[in-house]
């Protein structure tokens, strides 16, 4: 992608290593719509990973929002009093880098179908 984007071989040596945790994806649609040469560019900057996700920050947390506390159930999340989150997938198109779900169980997440598809 750096490749692509003309972007610096050392800026594809730094996404290399901190993309180790959270893995790159984006989709070739996202990625043309980058400015070539841009190191700046906002959209590369959502999705590029950089060396500083990788800082230990003394306070943070991996589940911010104790989403781990909120599961109910595979897929449903029931934090505040009548209202829920239903996880419909487990599987973004774009991770961006600033996820707060990046630490989510999401392989362990399979989800059932309630109703039997009319198809």
């Keep these: 992608m750096c490749r692509l984007l003309e972007l610096s071989p050392a800026l594809a040596a730094e996404a290399t290593r901190a993309a180790a945790e959270f893995p790159l994806l984006v989709s070739r649609q996202y990625v043309a719509r980058i400015r070539p040469g841009d190191a700046d560019d906002p959209l590369l900057r959502q999705i590029i990973p950089r060396a500083a996700e990788t800082a230990t920050v003394p306070g943070f947390q991996p589940d911010p929002l104790d989403e781990a506390g909120a599961a109910v159930a595979p897929g449903l999340l029931s934090k505040y009093r009548g209202r829920s989150l239903i996880v419909t997938t487990p599987a973004c198109s774009v991770h961006c880098r600033y996820c707060f779900r990046r630490h ?15 198809l």
């Design 104 to 118: 989510f169980p999401w392989r362990g997440l399979r989800l059932q179908r309630e109703f039997p598809s009319p």
